[in-house]
């Protein structure tokens, strides 16, 4: 951490000087901005409203040494009780803007996949409803080509405009996304995705809607959605399920504090209450080592660690 007042009173001024008082916070908990509601706080927290904003934030913490990280929705983030000693940019409240062209959807990288769906279900648009339940952001899903019930970002993507590390502005293709399973060129490059164009086909309305109602039936029955969670904790390894692979090692219900393997689907963490950061992260390490005792399968995680030594 760096050392001093002084130079984190100048950060949070530089910042404010972007964006504004009222889009700024300094030790902002990450509980607050996370599913898992676990986290502890951030240097700063800072919301820009457009890219010229999101472009002046990393430059003054490239300029300040500051390490910096961008966060959507915190769908799929575990964020360490120590926090983060850096600066979170926050995509979610403001970069958030969905529109339509045609059969096009396009949609801000803070913009929410269930309510870029529910536009497209309104528009008579359909391709996404596969996407009306995943609970993170246009940015995150692209990043790790989220996906659901048969469908994945790169089944309806054509074009993603990013911030390139050099801080310049591109776009890929849905072929130069260069998509994999819960992986894409974003991360590696170290872009950050500004928006993105979903190529759809016209529908009507009531059948979208009706598929969509039928997808989220499913979900209620076997996802513990009346808990915090970062969605599905692991990824599935090939020629396996990792629900299946955790409930054969005896690992249902598995818990420690209020941090819990849970009982209806055993892919999800999840946080009864009052989890700490800390008991999610040994639950998932636990789970990784008995699965790897009892079936020599190494389970890798969905959830990305912030803040962790």
Known sequence: MKDGTIVETGMLEILQGIVGTEHVWAE?????????????????????????????????????????????????????????????IHLFKNMSRIWIQGNFLIAQAGALLVRAASVACREGLTGLEFASGIPGTVGGALVMNAGAYGGEMKDVVCCVKVLAADGGIREYTGEEMDFGYRRSRIAENRDIVLEAEFKLRPGDPEEIRARMDELKEQRVKKQPLEYASAGSTFKRPEGHFAGKLIEDAGLRGFRIGDAQVSEKHCGFVINRGNATASEVAEVIRQVQKRVYEDSGIRLQTEVKFLGWE
Do not use: Q, W
């Open 28 to 88: 902002e908990p990450m509980k607050n901005h996370t599913t898992f509601r676990v986290g502890g706080p951030v240097r700063c927290l800072v919301e820009p409203e457009s890219t010229e904003e999101l472009v002046k934030i990393i430059k003054a913490c490239l300029e300040a040494e500051m390490p910096y990280t961008i966060v959507g929705n915190g769908s799929n983030l575990l964020v360490s009780d120590a926090g983060y000693d850096g600066v979170v």
